[in-house]
């Protein structure tokens, strides 16, 4: 009899260890602390004698695109328009001049003289403006060519070593310059972007871009 009450007084000063406590979740193992990239993003931890994995370049971006504006070709339009007043007035005072050389014929002369000069100018000016554009992103220089067929050359910004900027007299006063690209690559060691608007405006941005490339390039094999 003593036993039993014994037993019967444990079982009644032992509490349940889950009175009140059924609903409640299991605690889940505490996960590791994240890693802070150089980036400023979350990577998982690494353990010993694992190598922290590298964060992943930015997505590349166009910054700027554009064409070879018509005002490139200002100065030679001028040209072309001033000479067809010169022909035409030489032309009337060789007419005056010579009587075997009619007013019909002479003006039929100048006429032929002007449209064929006329033609090529304008052939000229609609293949630098259609045929080529341009693409700047912020890894790379793209130049899409052609019309009824398309070649597309790029070059890499991080080759880049130095950007200057060409400007006429005509394309002083019209806001439009050339942009020259020097670089290391083998295929285009210079390349050209003719007749823009805002020239050294994209000069910069292309500074800014192989500056950046080359920081973190830099970065990354310092790690």
Known sequence: MANEQNSDSAANRTPSRHDGNDDQPPHSPRQPD????????????????????????PDEEVLWSGRTSWKHFAGLIAAWSAGSVLLAALMGWMA??????????AFGIVLIVILCLGAYIACRVLRAVLAQRYRLTSERLFIDRGILSRTIDQTELIRVDDVRVHKSLVGMILGVGSVEVLSTDVSD?????????????????????????RKRSLFVESL
């Open 34 to 57: 994240a890693t802070p990239s150089p980036t400023g993003a979350q990577s998982p931890a690494t353990g010993p004698g694992q190598r922290p994995n590298r964060a992943a370049a």
């Open 96 to 105: 005056a001049k010579w009587e075997a050389l009619s007013g019909r014929t």
């Open 189 to 213: 060691r210079t390349i050209r972007i003719e007749g823009v608007q805002q020239s050294e405006e994209v000069a910069e941005t292309i500074r800014n871009c192989v500056r950046t490339l």
